[in-house]
């Protein structure tokens, strides 16, 4: 399969698989946010532990963890991660899919605001007015919640700084949420180790299903961060930009159309200057990208030509496949 193709495959399959949560944590309401929260930060050490066996990548993992400042770094965003989690399952099990959504839908607006305030970036004007968008959102869908939407923010917040973090420390996929997890993995192995203990533990007492899919979310976990990690050597960003809608809105389409949950007219309008402002940057970012890639189109066209890059085996189609993607 080609490679770009396979790319775009794979980062469809990880936004379906994250679009579909909704579905799968519910079926575990019998257990409490916290609990599938403890066995998901569980069963994803186990699972990633089987993968790095099996590609046997132990050796690049130990070289990780005797850094000190980065593993310090791990366990901040392994904090951010884990509050992300249980929001979002507690989000599912309370009925509110569809402001867990908004949150996903939110999270560009957060981390362009958090490159002004964290990295000190400049904004484009056009960036500039889909902040302004997003945050008219935000107050329409407070006075129509009646209270700050605050299972978005949080979701969007915590997301965010995970992957300003993450975008810092370089880690690959893989051994990065296996060290995340293992940050987690004690204080998560107490709480269902006292959970067992008082008789309130329903791994292994509510029903068999009940207990493969409590194993299964590391598995779950997993597979679309790695799939998501291939895509990101493949695809150009703004192909992952476009593709990372799909998640909410299939959260947003479960959460109205499976679980019966509440749309009510300002709250569609509330999601409306949400696409807006999510358009206004999506135009932004590819207008951005195409300026980029003229400008280096440019710069390579003024650039002395070598005999060796003259030589005729290397083709036209080569040289665009080789070119460096650029950031959006």
Known sequence: MDPLRRGYLSA??????????PLYFHALRAAGAVEV?????????????VLLAVVRRWRRLGELLRNRRLVA???????????NWGVYIFAVNT?????ASL???INPLFVILLGVLVLRERLRPAQWVALGVGAVAVVVLSIDYGQLPWIALTLAGSFGSYGLIKKRLGLPAAEGLFMESGVLTLPALGYLAWLAVSGHSTF?????GHSLLL???GVLTAVPLLLFA????????????????????????????????????????????????????????????????????????????SPRAAAPTASPAATEAEAPTPAV
């Not at 403890?38 to 532990?49: D, K």
């Not at 009925?95 to 402001?99: A, F, H, L, S």
């Open 230 to 305: 291939e895509a990101a050597n493949r695809v150009p960003l703004s192909g992952l930009g476009m593709l990372q809608y799909l998640t909410p809105m299939l959260q947003l389409l479960i959460g109205v159309a499976v679980f019966s949950e509440p749309l009510p007219p300002a709250r569609l309008a509330g999601f409306a200057i949400v696409w807006c402002a999510l358009a206004i940057f999506s135009w932004d970012a590819f207008r951005a990208a195409r300026r980029s890639r003229a400008e280096r189109a440019a710069i390579r066209d003024t650039e002395p030509t």
């Open 12 to 21: 469809l399959t990880a936004n379906v698989l994250w679009g579909i949560f």
């Open 215 to 217: 194993a299964g979310s």
């Open 103 to 105: 949150g996903y839908f």
């Open 204 to 208: 292994g007492t509510v029903s068999t």
């Open 73 to 83: 770094g791990i366990a901040v965003a392994a904090v951010f991660i884990a509050v």
């Open 95 to 99: 009925d509110r899919v569809v402001e």
């Open 37 to 49: 929260l403890a066995h998901r930060i569980v069963w994803s050490l186990v699972s990633i532990a």
